[in-house]
């Protein structure tokens, strides 16, 4: 159940949500230095191209006030200029000074064709010129109409009273029916100085309308009141309702010229004014704000535009880099991914790569490389052990047994020596009874003689068991030489081992010191390292795991190393003990020789009691020495064989010690091996 719930856990970690992903923050990095700039100078952009697209657009609203002021002028100026050329003109002056005398030299016609000439020379459709006396009398109209008294006009009485050039405000003309404005010069005595009359032209206003048409689409010429003259949008008829401007700012102002805002349409518009010096008539052009703003919203667009492309190269260029720094990333936790479920699979595709992304796939390379070496050594070594374990353990109970079989056989001579003993004690009480006895000598004879072949026989067969012994306690002492030899060379492995975890301990240290590199280096990276210093931090935890491993197995090895100096220990004291116990079984065998040999003589003594019981008398005290040296040899016999069985109980012991020793041992090769499954590389 716990390796189901570690194996789901390892599966969730291959994967980075989408939202915690470092290509996804790169990118939201990216993007966000991108877009701020972008979008800072879009708007800065905006602003100055419609604040640039509006002065423009005022300032061309300014020339064309200028302009129409200009062409306006130059039509006043035509105008004056041709009445101050026929008012300096001398016939116009001789004709004034003369008016009244009986034939005066210069005949009206002459006057009259000179104002006729006015007309054809300015050519504006206007016929109206009229000469006047100062007392507002009409002299000669160009248009041939009836005379009449002009001194009530507000043009006249201020051409008179300033003596100087004079303009009317709007007025409907009696004789033609239309709106016009006149324009009077005063005409002076070149002699006196004296005002003698005045000189005056009508201008038909509607031909204004036609003028600012051509020039403008919005604007109009307002009079001295305020009364619009001509506007550029529609004509002007006498029956029409006069537009009042007198309230608008170029009417309250005393400059000459200026700009304001209105909204008498509705809509916002600017108006650029100008006033006529001579005239002083107002040219007044509209301009409504959509049609200023249209350029800067063309302007406008172009620069959102623009910056919607910057914003979409942008995220082209942000998707990019972030691929380009989070995918090798990618590699290098797959690979770890990879090693934390105990396979080998190295980074590839991204070591070619000069800067440190490449450097983390050729370290990460190197640090699979050398684990796999060294788990491979490892599982080599764990091999071995486990090998030499079984080999160990099988001799030991092989050992075990054989030592519990010449147990065994030692107990059975040790019984018997014993048996023998007792048998040999009581042969002995009743030699002592012979001599009471003889008579039933004969018939004891008999059964002495079977005891002593049974004798004969089982000191026989003590005799081969104890060669046997001695055989296999050889053959023993060749086995524990091989047993220590085996021990002092899985002693041996175990210090390859322990030399094996001393250089995983050294890779684990190098590696975290690697990884505190790494994580200093993505400290001073900032926020670009964050993602470098997890990977940095996953490294060290993999150091420091690795490292806790290496002396976890390093206390395993000297474990393992102090049970295999026990073993070499235990088993040269088996072998010191195997030893003296076949220097025992020497003596016990050459006993029981000489054993065999007293039986020998005393079989056949008995066969010479039988033969000759008188001569038992005589041979009784013989057979009594005899009995007592066999009797003590017994013994002596039985105390070897005991003390043979405990040294084969304590060899026993001994051997069952080693092969306890050996199963830890080969239950501590089986782990490691376990271990070690762990690695698939």
Known sequence: MAKKKNVEESEEKKYVNAKDSIKTKLIAILLGVAIVPIIIS?????????????????????????????????????????????????????????????????????????????????????????LSLPSGEQLIRADRNALANIADRDYFQECISNKKIAVSNIVVSKSAGNRITI???????????????????SFDLSNLHDFLASSVEDGYIADKTGIVAAHAMHEI???????????????????????????????????????????????????????VMAEANKSAIIVIII???????????????????????????????????????KVDGY?????????????????????????????????????????LSDMANQISQTTEDVSNAVQEIASGATQQADEIQEASDNVGKISDAVNDVQTSSGKLSDIAGKMKEASEISSQSLSSLQSSSSEMTDKIDDISKTILATQNAVNNISDKV???????????????????????????????????????????????????????????????????????????????????????????????????????????????????????????????????????????SEETGASMQELSATVTTLAGSANSLKDIAEKLNDEMKFFKG
């Open 183 to 201: 324009i009077i010069v005063p005409i002076f005595d070149d002699q006196t100085g004296e005002l003698i009359g005045t000189i005056q032209r």
């Open 307 to 345: 910056g919607i492309v910057l914003l979409i190269v942008a995220a082209i260029i942000s998707f990019i880099m972030a691929k380009s720094f989070s995918e090798p990333l990618v590699a290098v936790g797959k690979s770890l991914v990879i090693l934390s479920e105990g396979r080998f699979e």
């Open 351 to 391: 070591t070619d790569r000069k800067d440190e992304f490449g450097a983390i796939s050729r370290s990460t390379n190197s640090v699979m490389d050398t684990l796999e070496k060294i788990v491979g050594n490892i599982k080599a070594s764990a091999e071995n052990v486990r090998s030499s374990a079984e080999e």
């Open 502 to 640: 001393e250089g995983i301990t050294s890779i684990a240290t190098q590696t975290n010191l690697l990884s505190l590199n790494a994580s200093i280096e993505a400290a001073r990276a900032g926020e670009a390292g964050k993602g470098f210093a997890v990977v940095a931090e996953e490294i060290g935890k993999l150091a420091e795991d690795s490292k806790a491993m290496a002396d976890d197995i390093r206390k395993e090895m000297d474990v393992l190393l102090e049970q295999s100096k026990a073993a070499v220990m235990a088993a040269e004291d088996v072998k010191q003990g195997n030893s003296d116990q076949q220097i025992a079984l020497g003596e016990t065998l050459e006993a029981m020789n000489g054993m065999l040999a007293d039986i020998g003589n005393t079989v056949d003594g008995v066969q010479l009691i039988s033969k000759g019981a008188d001569t038992c008398e005589a041979s009784k005290n013989a057979v009594a020495d005899t009995m007592s040296a066999l009797s003590a040899i017994s013994e002596e016999n039985a105390a070897s």
């Open 42 to 130: 879009c708007l800065v952009s905006y602003i100055i191209s419609t604040n640039k697209s509006k002065n423009d657009a005022l300032l061309l609203l300014d020339a064309n006030a200028n302009y129409v002021q200009s062409q306006f002028s130059e039509i006043v100026q035509k105008n004056i200029i041709a009445l101050q050329t026929f008012a300096s003109a001398p016939s116009t002056i001789t004709y004034l000074n003369t008016i009244n005398d009986p034939e005066p030299p210069i005949p009206t016609e002459v006057i009259l064709n000179q104002m006729d000439l006015i007309n054809s020379n300015i050519n504006d459709g206007n016929v109206s010129v009229i």
């Open 237 to 291: 008829g006498v029956d029409d309702e006069p537009e009042d401007h007198s309230t608008s700012e170029f009417m309250t102002s005393s400059a000459m010229s200026g700009r304001y805002e209105s909204m008498a349409t509705g809509s916002l518009a600017y108006i650029s004014w100008i006033r006529e010096p001579v005239t002083g008539y107002t040219i007044a052009i509209a301009e409504k704000d959509a049609v």
